[in-house]
């Protein structure tokens, strides 16, 4: 009799037990309510790419000296330079050129080595298409100007979190004009002038 009311005993305490731990761990869920939502609300909120964002390439036709660089350093040899020469100027004149961004990895190595800097990365990552071969841009498709989002009038931009104020985790309800921590390259070099 007695080890069964030990028994009994025992299971109440390890049901209070248990009941203890499932408070703590719903008044836990529920302070997590209270708190503002962290996500960001796409297509409405948008993050700012960072500076170094590789997407979409730009491409400046009147720039490009047909040299093919951009081909070589290409893990694919994906830039397709179509040229042809001009007798009366000798010199290469450049026909047309296209990158298919179904096939593109963006790394950016072609944008590093252009001689002439006519191709660079705008922070355009939006090129979903339903046809996979209109995402081989030509010359025109890739000389536009890229999409930004903070031209966007339907569009709230949010900054990354490296662009946040210091301390500050969410880019939600920031007041306007706060600067990012760290410092911006010239004041870098103000202070090592100092
Ligand atoms: S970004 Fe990379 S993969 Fe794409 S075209 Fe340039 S070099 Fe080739
Ligand atoms: S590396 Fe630059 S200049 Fe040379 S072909 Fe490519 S885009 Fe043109």
């Not at 170094?52 to 350093?73: A, L, N």
């Not at 100007?145 to 339907?154: I, R």
Request: with cysteine.
């Amino acid at each position: 009799m007695l080890k069964f009311l030990k028994q009994v005993g025992d299971y109440a305490k390890d049901a209070v037990q248990a009941g203890r731990y499932i408070g703590q761990g719903l008044s836990v869920t529920f302070d997590h309510m209270r708190r503002r939502p962290v996500t960001v609300q796409y297509p409405y909120e948008k993050l700012i790419p960072s500076e170094r964002f590789r997407g979409r390439i730009h491409f400046e036709f009147d720039k490009c000296i047909s040299c093919e660089v951009c081909v070589r350093v290409c893990p694919i040899n994906l830039p397709v330079v179509d040229w042809e020469f001009d007798k009366a100027s000798k010199k290469k004149k450049l026909k047309h050129y296209s990158i298919d961004f179904g096939v593109c990895i963006f790394c950016g190595n072609c944008v590093e080595y252009c001689p002439t800097n006519c191709l660079s990365m705008t922070e355009e990552y939006d090129l979903c298409t339903y046809d996979r071969h209109q995402l081989n841009y030509d010359n025109v498709a890739l000389g536009r100007l890229p999409y930004k989002v903070t031209d966007d009038p339907m569009v709230t931009p949010l900054r990354e979190l490296v662009y946040l104020p210091k301390g500050v985790v969410s880019p939600h309800d920031l007041p306007a004009n706060t600067r990012g921590a760290g410092l911006h390259p010239e004041e870098i070099l103000e202070q090592q002038e100092k």
